[in-house]
């Protein structure tokens, strides 16, 4: 292919993604919205819109695709409009219609989302008219789930609404069906959660859902939020050790079931709001359970490089058992080839940490460990 014709290629692909960038999110046919924005654009006068400012000289212009859905003129006069409406600081009926019409072009854009929750704070006839502001953000969440603005508005209008609004899990669910590993989808919902304490309702649809992808982390990482969030360690340790090894013993090589297992067991007493002397005692019964655990799956998995990970982090912490971490690591640098210079460091560190374990303190082999100012200070007063 010549540079032309690349060059008209890369065009045509290039026209093709504004298009669909500048396209409707909603699902309704084009002449409804055609025919809904010019209402909208009707309640504003003519005098009442404010072009965007243009330089003498663009540095780079933005070609807008003439042949889009809605219309290119359209899109312009609603942003004129906004722009104006700014300038004036109105908080309206008609600006509240206007912003769902500026976040259907630019769902990022959190002034229009701003504008919008403030028309509801301040308009009277909008106070009483939540639900239906959860019904609009409930239909297009599967559209603009990805916008870290649309999540913080919803927030803004849950929070206000003083509960847990109906359907909300059904529609955190069909953005997760949608995107399994949304980190805005799952921050909020560890917010919603805690904010109208719905744990055990959460719980239950995620214990669901790691049945059926055991290895996605997001379901594992919202699960350990749930447990330790709420509950004393010394209670739910035992359970999630058993959980996290039914999951191994389906698939041994499931990475996620084994971080998990891992993060039980690291996790620090210290953070337990229980008694901190049974939180010790019970997390190094949890350690030495997971040591034979590991080395049982390794009896048949030789080169199981998860259940050595686990291995290295439970014997490196105790003198007896660092040359056993060492050996590991230098398994593990031969097996694990991606993280081949992490292994070779970890074991150089341990090596280290080895020999200050066992050499003597140079100050073992001095006949006094007094400091050599105060020696000199004693020489003097013998004088």
């Known amino acids: 292919m010549c540079i032309r014709d690349r060059v008209k290629k890369e065009c045509a692909y290039l026209k093709h993604r504004k298009a669909i960038c500048i ?46 859905n809605p ?37 990022g854009n959190y002034t229009a989302w701003y504008v919008r929750y403030k028309c509801i704070e301040q308009v009277e006839e909008l106070k009483d008219k939540l639900d239906e502001e959860l019904e609009y953000l409930n239909e297009i969440a599967t559209e603009v789930h990805k916008i870290y603005q649309y999540w913080h508005y919803r927030k803004l209008i849950v929070r206000k609404y003083g509960k847990l609004p109906p359907n909300e899990y059904e529609t955190l669910n069909a953005v997760y069906e949608d995107d399994a590993t949304n980190y805005h989808m799952w921050t909020y919902r560890v917010w919603v959660t ?3 304490n719905a744990w055990e309702l959460d719980f239950a649809d995620i214990a669901g859902k790691l049945e059926a992808s055991p290895k996605n982390n997001s379901l594992w990482s919202h699960r350990q939020h749930l447990v330790f969030g709420r509950k004393k360690y010394v209670d739910v340790a035992k359970g ?22 891992k993060g039980i067991l690291l996790y620090s007493p210290d953070k337990a709001v229980d008694d901190k002397k049974e939180a010790f005692a019970l997390a190094e019964t949890l350690k030495e359970d997971a040591r034979k655990f590991s080395e049982e799956i390794l009896s048949a998995d030789k080169q199981n490089r998860f259940a050595m990970t686990l291995l290295v982090d439970i014997c490196k912490g105790k003198i007896e058992t660092i040359n056993t971490a060492i050996a590991l ?8 080839k991606v993280r081949n210079k992490y292994w070779n460091w970890q074991k150089h560190k341990l090596q280290y940490s080895c020999l200050l ?5 140079p100050r073992d082999r001095q006949k006094s460990r007094m400091p050599s100012s105060a020696c000199k200070k004693k020489k003097k007063k013998k004088k």
């Not at 374990?357 to 303190?361: A, V």
Request: glycine residues 0%.
């Open 23 to 68: 396209n409707s999110i909603l699902t309704a046919s084009t002449a409804k919205l055609i025919m809904d924005i010019k209402d909208i654009i009707s309640e504003w006068s003519p005098a009442e819109r404010l072009p965007q400012h243009k330089l003498t000289t663009d540095i780079a212009t933005i070609h807008y695709e003439e042949e889009c």
């Open 329 to 336: 690591c230098s398994q593990l640098a031969e097996i694990d």
């Open 357 to 361: 374990y066992t050499s003597p303190s």
């Open 240 to 261: 999630e050790v058993e959980f996290a090894k039914q999951h191994i013993a389906k698939d041994e090589r499931n990475e996620s079931a084994w971080f998990y297992y």
């Open 71 to 107: 219309p290119l003129h359209l899109v312009k006069t609603v942003l004129d409009i906004f722009r104006y409406a700014l300038k004036q600081n109105e908080i309206s009926e008609r600006v509240f219609r206007l912003t769902s019409t500026v976040v259907l072009y630019n769902q």
């Open 194 to 196: 805690g904010q109208y």
